[in-house]
């Protein structure tokens, strides 16, 4: 980090909760940053705060010099002096502070607080959150019975100090389930607890940490995360919300999680993968984190006015991501909480300005894309092209092999006399009688006004762009055979040649097109692996006639096909067009008259003529050659499967200008370069413009104060259900005080000496006590510490939206564990879709494997973001979420309750309970209550339970086609071997323990 | 229970408070705790007495032309098809028409003068006009979004940024519903007349809100809300017993846990389960009279505009706060004249049938009913249509608090810019929450820790003129 500044007189308001509790001991110092500032924003700033337009009397709480210097309200270390103190003790309602009618009144304790804050020095602070990072000492437990972690010694510390007796030690059962939760999103089989239960060893908790931190499913389930930080989605947000292909970036951010990869690269790859020395493929996905924004294509949409939307958007989602820090204000005006400027809010957009992009889309198209060969892919192209060089192989000796039997053929032919005489139909020539249906200018010239081939006119064509002729559906279409080629004669102007010319035939469709030349004809351009579509390489000679002949076989058109229609394209230039037809011969006529000629009578061309049409035409070569193209046919299909995604691509910056109050009409600002928050320091790049990944570089340097805080609060918010510092989506001023900072701030060091390594970190905090106690509060902490605060417990809370899917799935065995790969659609209610336009919708639910993918996976439609996913607070995506919100509704209830996917799940685990759970009812509730909670029923659950299968089971026996209806519900195939009664009865016990709370819960 | 609500500064937890003890039976364990999380959500206090309970939003997507609608611009006719002066539109935003000549349009409509109170409308609305006297027109309305996803997102959250609260889910995080067996916000959406132009549900999303607050739709094929019916085979008593028990052994966990996210789950069943009985109660409407039905012009089921409307008066009887009937077909970039004709051929039965409706049962005076679309349309032509305009058109509002027979506001003498008492879609929002008993400057949530205004920093003011 070069020349941090942090102003000693800047300090940001803060609006917090009011100043914790008990956490102000009386036997500890007071601290500006965590107890005096809460209360001076919270009651104080609105009136003297740093908003310089709306300052009373002169006064800014804000700032020490202004408070201290000659009379001033504060005199550190005298209270009594203080003008200060005597206004917030002061009854006379003239004098009193904070002004009745603020109805912002102090507490009593709040009062006592700024008093002995004075007392002690009244002393400011920097706001922590940028202050250089420094490892604190490791705090000295007395009590500890055994040797701490450092993150006990921590929070043992604090628990001491406030004489709180931390929750005890979670059970196993608690324990396995929870950390299969954090770290997989998945809960563990009954078979997983039972091993870590009855595994007696030292180290029991350590193998299990290291088998869920190494299984696939940890990168799946830190993705959720952060995918909600990036805002990645699966279609483009604005208007049509069209889908746009960016699976692949998802697939980089799940390996990176599994692979381990350090943060510092994780970060520096998605700013600024491209400029990466040599970027490798994945380098490139990564990229694609610059394009995860919202876009549009919608009509009357200005390109300037959205570039600076796309704009405000990264710099908003940047900045939260891997700064913890919330820009979004200072589009318009300085912000008013934290050190940013408008300034600093342009010139770090502007170090993305040089993306290539549009302010308007069109076409569904978000380029640049590149085409990634997933796994999957690389797997069948490899193997074909194997195939492919294995039969190369054969084509040198089986040409060999043939041309010793080249004296053979030709006799034969020569024996067939006659009958290998060409026979040619013309279908055109002098005049368009063909019948049928004629489009384009059908230009016949004469001999005088250019060169003609046969008859007495040519047809001639001339354009600056795309320009053609064609008729179709001729009365008499010509009926394929084999042998039979079309052909038509062509004249090239030597001056002004087309770019490219085509020959097209219609059989009831034109998707078949050979074509010579430049690639401008892009109509009906296809791959070459789609089958009506051939190139045929350069343009044929010019200023001579010359015949094109196309076997149709070669367009894709079947033997027994009939074809009604030629069209005769160019692009640009001049070209005369004379007879077209078709030809039927085994031999072409030049073979022909070169076959009568002895072997040694032939010019070289002739023998050449007549050897290459003998290996054109002869069996086992055209056999072998057939097998090539289709082998290269297939291959190529393959690669052009490989899904795209959208890339970063750096072009020549464009120009940024601050924006007067956020107005991309405003061109009156000031232009900026590229340079990171002016309080937080210089890039000192002055030879040329910094780049993304100059940012990159400077976010990962190891001085840097926010990127490793910022990230070690959000780990350690997933593993305790809040962070240290509770607004893991703000570290700035508006922010809340970390519960212990000094923790935070060890986790920070240790986190970037480790090299950025997240597992370390991980296992780190999960090897602590702190993180294995039990979540309930025990009651002395419900009063004192609601928020869990000093972290004497753990938390508990409600699982996000997709693993209370993957549960479900998981629990009934429906799961399928395959890691990547395309957006899924699990099912979904009809007509959802209904209000998108652009193109209209119809949403179809994914058949066999894909229909039972984790919820990583489902296909994120931002405007309309499955109803599932919804009901249980999944963000839309469109903004950075470092917080999901955990609410508790009826709609969840309906959900969990009626949702087809958990009726099928509920239907599949019931025939699971009937397969594996026994033989007796009661046994089998115990699996099937088990399977869902990890635990065994106590009695009164396991009663309910069975009370509730014997009534539906008497219920279904009298009404089997109700049975019959609840066991199909899904794609899963029916256990018809099983009695559908008891399915239906024991569906309803599944449905039961799917739906229990503890089912979705992490304790 | 409901003038409670305005009397008392955290109704919403009294009303969650009493709901749980009705209904859950599991006894009140741990409710102190759970009241805790609830009071810390809780709305800032109601500030003033309401003039209406609930709001009734007739969103017109896709920006209805004012110009053949309700404001009436005779000096368009004198210019059609002559250049637009330069003066008004020059540096102004402007969508499809870019780049292009600007030419007025005339107006494609007669307008006629309606009512007591001679309100000027267009005769496109033969019924909604025998209203004029309970509309107030605002003339003077201006945006900042100029194409329809934008608008939207800005008319319905006051920002054009996603992931911002929307208005329904202010009102009901505000003042929370008058129902215990319906989503206090609901939404209902229809389309016809015009090319239909996408919505989002960033448009009724509760944003940084809790989700609880987010509008629920209601569809009118299918099951009318989401997962409400229960899966084949399993009959309303199935479905109570497993009800039952899931809540029996979620209260039996709890007594080991004590955890109050326990006691709102269950609470959330047994709301869940009512739901499957009210909604679609609520959605069938084949037992209104038939006078009822013709009145509104509807057949249930048809998924019309007018059907939206009946749905609307029977979700504002059973105590739904916030209601917003999307209809979708007012985007007319050509043929606004035949356009702007059908789509309101399309609307007006139902539109006036409401009024009517809650007119006699005594229910207008409560609720607040907002008729207008995201934008208006140039004074320009766009071949025979007209483009999206931003910098003056119209909505009316009906109903409790507002001075019917009153047009507000005007724009210039072209329909380009609103030149007087002009109306921002930021003071529509204050002027809303005002009648429901909210001042929007003290309207906030705890949001990233600070105190966030609902309604945005940007200043607004209650547009008193028009209140009654």
Redesign the interface.
């Known amino acids: 980090m070069r020349s941090l500044e942090v102003l000693k007189c800047c300090f940001f308001l ?4 009011p100043a914790s509790r008990s956490a102000i001991a009386a036997d500890r110092p007071v601290r500006f940053n965590r107890d005096v500032r809460p209360v001076l924003t919270d009651k104080c700033f609105a009136c003297h705060g740093p908003d310089a337009e709306t300052v009373a009397g002169d006064l800014r709480l804000d700032l020490s010099d202004s408070v201290t210097s000659e009379g001033g309200v504060i005199v550190p270390g005298n209270p009594e002096g203080s003008e200060l103190v005597r206004r917030i003790f002061s009854n006379d309602a003239e004098e009193m502070m904070p002004p009745a009618e603020t109805h912002k009144p102090l507490t009593q304790t709040e009062r006592e607080l700024l008093r002995r804050w004075i007392a002690e020095g009244s002393e400011y602070e920097a706001h922590w959150a940028y202050t250089p990072l420094q490892r604190p000492a490791l705090p000295e437990v007395t009590n500890a019975t055994d040797a701490l972690s450092p993150v006990d010694q921590f929070i043992d510390r604090r628990l001491m100090e406030e004489g709180i007796a931390p929750a005890p030690l979670a059970d196993r059962i608690t324990l396995i389930r929870r950390l299969s939760f954090d770290l997989t999103g998945l809960p563990p089989t009954p078979q997983e607890v039972d091993e870590f239960v009855n595994d007696l060893s030292d180290d029991a908790y350590g193998k299990l940490v290291n088998r869920l931190l190494e299984s696939s499913h940890y990168g799946e389930r830190m993705a959720i995360y952060w995918l909600d930080l990036v805002r990645y989605a699966d279609t483009v ?5 069209q889908d746009v292909s960016q699976f692949p970036y998802r697939d980089y951010v799940i390996d990176s999680f599994n692979d381990n990869k350090p943060y510092d690269q994780f970060l520096r790859e998605q700013l600024a993968g491209d400029l990466l020395p040599e970027a490798t493929i994945v380098q490139q996905v990564a990229s694609g984190y610059n394009r995860l924004n ?1 876009t ?1 294509e ?5 390109a300037k ?1 959205y570039l600076a ?1 796309y704009f405000a958007d990264r710099v908003r989602n940047v900045s939260q991501v891997f700064m913890g820090a ?1 820009m ?1 204000c200072a589009q318009c005006h300085d912000h008013k ?1 934290d050190p940013y400027t408008m300034r600093d809010f342009y010139s770090l957009g502007a170090f993305f300005a040089d993306l290539e992009e549009q302010g308007k889309y069109s076409a569904r198209a978000r380029p640049p894309e590149i085409q990634v060969p997933i796994k999957e892919l690389q797997q069948q192209i490899a193997a074909l092209d194997e195939k492919l060089a294995e039969l190369k192989a054969q084509l040198v000796p089986l040409r060999q092999k043939l041309l010793d039997a080249q004296k053979e053929w030709e006799a034969e032919v020569l024996a067939e006399g006659e009958e290998n005489q060409e026979v040619e139909t013309v279908w055109i020539n002098d005049a368009q009688d063909t019948g049928g249906e004629t489009s384009g200018t059908w230009d016949f010239v004469s001999a005088e006004q250019g060169p003609v081939h046969s008859g007495d006119k040519s047809r001639r064509q001339s354009s600056n762009e795309l320009v053609q002729h064609f008729f179709m559906g001729a009365p008499n279409p010509v009926t394929l055979s084999p042998g039979l080629r079309f052909f038509v004669w062509v004249h090239l102007d030597p001056e002004n040649p087309p770019k490219a010319i085509m020959l097209q035939l219609n059989d009831g469709s034109w998707e078949h097109r050979a074509v010579w030349g430049s690639d401008d004809i892009s109509f009906g351009r296809r791959p070459e692996s789609w089958a009506g579509y051939r190139r045929f390489g350069s343009l044929p000679d010019t200023g001579q006639w010359v015949r094109l002949e196309i076997d149709p076989a070669e367009l894709g058109i079947q033997t027994e096909g009939t074809v009604n229609g030629m069209a005769f394209t160019q692009f640009g230039g001049l070209a005369y067009w004379d007879e077209a037809g078709w030809g039927t011969a085994k031999v072409p006529r030049n073979v022909a008259d070169a076959l009568k000629l002895a072997s040694n009578e032939r010019t070289e061309e002739q023998s050449a003529a007549v050897r290459e049409h003998y290996l054109a035409t002869v069996e086992p070569m055209v056999e072998l050659k057939t097998r090539i193209a289709e082998t290269e046919t297939e291959r190529n299909a393959v690669e052009a499967s490989a899904p795209t995604t959208v890339v970063s691509k750096s072009v020549a910056p464009r120009e940024i200008r601050i924006l007067p109050r956020g107005n991309w ?1 405003d061109d009156s600002g000031d232009i900026v370069e590229p340079s990171i928050p002016a309080f937080l320091g210089d890039l000192n790049i002055r030879e040329r413009r910094a780049t993304r990944l100059d940012l990159a570089n400077w976010l990962c340097e190891s001085e840097n104060p926010l990127t490793s805080r910022v990230m070690v609060n959000r780990l350690w918010s997933l593993l305790f259900g809040r962070g240290i510092c509770q ?1 893991v ?2 570290l700035g001023g ?3 005080f970390p519960s212990n900072p000094d923790l935070l701030d060890w986790l920070a060091v240790e986190f970037v000496e480790s090299g950025w390594d997240i597992k370390y970190l991980i296992r780190t905090i999960v090897m602590s006590n702190a993180y294995q106690r039990s979540s ?2 025990i009651p002395e902490l ?1 009063s004192a510490d ?1 928020d869990n605060d000093l972290f004497a417990r753990q938390g ?1 809370f ?1 699982l996000d939206a997709e693993m209370v899917r993957d549960v479900a799935l998981l629990t009934s065995g429906l799961l399928v564990e395959k890691v990547g790969g395309e957006s899924v659609k699990p099912y979904q ?4 879709y ?5 193109p209209r919708r119809e949403y179809a639910a994914n058949e066999g494997d894909d229909q039972y993918r984790r919820g990583v996976y489902t296909h994120w439609q ?4 499955h ?1 599932m996913l ?1 009901a249980f ?1 999944a963000p ?1 995506r ?2 950075c979420t470092a917080k999901r ?1 955990r ?9 969990l ?4 996917t958990f ?1 099928e799940a509920a239907r599949v685990l019931a025939a699971r309970i009937m397969r594996e759970g026994g033989e007796h009812a009661d046994d089998q509730i115990n699996w099937a209550y088990r399977a869902a909670v990890s635990r065994s029923p ?1 009695t ?2 396991a009663d ?2 069975k009370s ?1 299968f014997e ?2 089971l008497e ?1 279904f026996s009298d ?1 089997p ?9 899904g794609n899963a195939p029916v256990a018809t071997d099983l009695n559908a009664v008891e399915l ?1 009865a024991w569906t ?1 016990v599944a ?2 323990v799917l ?4 089912t979705i ?1 992490r ?1 | 229970m409901k003038s409670s609500m305005f009397l008392n500064p955290s109704a919403e937890c009294q009303l969650a408070r009493r709901t749980f003890l009705r209904r859950t039976g599991v006894g009140s364990i741990a409710l102190a705790s759970l009241m805790k999380t609830t009071i810390a959500n809780a709305a800032t206090p109601i500030h003033h007495p309401p003039r209406i309970r609930r709001v009734i939003h007739l969103c017109m997507a896709g920006g209805p032309s004012h110009l053949e609608t309700f404001d009436y611009k005779p000096e368009l006719a004198k210019h059609d098809g002559q250049p637009m002066p330069e003066s008004l539109t020059k540096g102004q935003p402007i969508a499809q028409l870019q780049g292009q000549s600007l030419k007025v349009l005339g107006p494609q409509h007669e307008f006629a003068r309606y009512g007591e109170s001679d309100l000027q409308m267009s005769t496109v609305f033969p019924r909604t006009s025998a209203h004029a006297d309970d509309l107030c027109i605002i003339k003077s309305m201006h945006t900042e979004q100029i194409n329809h996803d934008p608008a939207h997102t800005f008319f319905n959250t006051g920002t054009a940024i996603s992931g911002r609260p929307s208005m329904g889910a202010w009102v009901l995080y505000g003042l929370g519903a008058e129902t215990e067996e319906l989503p206090g916000f609901i939404v209902l959406t229809s389309e016809g007349g015009g090319q239909s132009q996408p919505i989002s549900s960033r448009q009724w999303h509760s944003g940084f809100l809790p989700s609880r607050f987010q509008g629920v739709q209601m569809h009118s094929t299918g099951s009318p809300v989401h997962y409400v019916r229960s899966p084949a085979g399993v009959g309303r008593e199935q479905q109570r017993d497993v009800v039952n028990a899931v809540s029996r052994i979620n209260s039996l966990r709890n007594a080991e846990l004590e955890d109050p996210e326990i006691i709102t789950r269950i609470s959330s069943y047994e709301m869940a389960f009512r739901m499957q009985t009210s909604i679609p109660e609520l959605a069938d409407v084949s037992g209104e009279p038939k006078h009822i039905l013709d009145l509104y012009g509807c057949t249930p089921g048809d998924g019309s505009f007018a059907s939206n409307c009946l749905l609307a008066r029977r979700l504002a009887e059973r105590g739904v706060r916030f209601i917003q009937l999307y209809h979708r077909g007012w985007d007319h970039h050509g043929g606004v004249k035949a356009g702007v004709a059908t789509t309101a051929s399309l609307v007006d039965q139902g539109t006036a049938a409401l009024l009517s409706d809650l007119k006699q049962r005594g229910m207008l005076e409560e609720t607040l009913i907002i008729w207008g679309g995201e934008f208006g349309r140039t004074p320009m032509a766009q071949g025979s249509g007209r483009d999206h305009h931003i910098k003056g058109y119209s909505i009316w509002l009906a109903g409790g608090g507002v001075r019917g027979g009153m047009a507000f506001g005007k724009t210039d003498d072209f329909g380009y810019h609103a030149v007087e008492d002009r109306v921002h879609v930021r003071d529509f929002h204050a002027t809303m929450l005002h009648l429901l008993g909210i001042d929007h400057r003290r309207f906030t949530y705890k949001y990233q820790g600070l105190d966030f205004r609902l309604t945005g920093v940007e200043e607004s003011r209650v547009i008193e003129e028009i209140l009654s």
């Open positions: 803060v609006v917090l909760l947000g604005y208007h049509g919300d919202q549009t919608e009509g009357g949409a200005q006015e939307i919330t979004g909480y009409m607004s989506d703000d508006q922010g809340t309930r509060p419900k609601p508990r409600r209610p009809a007509g959802y209904a209000q998108l336009n652009f931002r405007t309309f973001l109803p919804k607070d839309s469109e903004e919100s609410s508790n509704t009826p709609l969840q209830a309906l959900t309750l009626n949702d087809p009726v106590e009164a659950v309910e339970l509730l009534r539906h219920y009404h086609s109700e049975a019959k209806a609840l066991i199909t519900e239906a309803s449905r039961v739906n229990l709370h503890e819960t304790y």
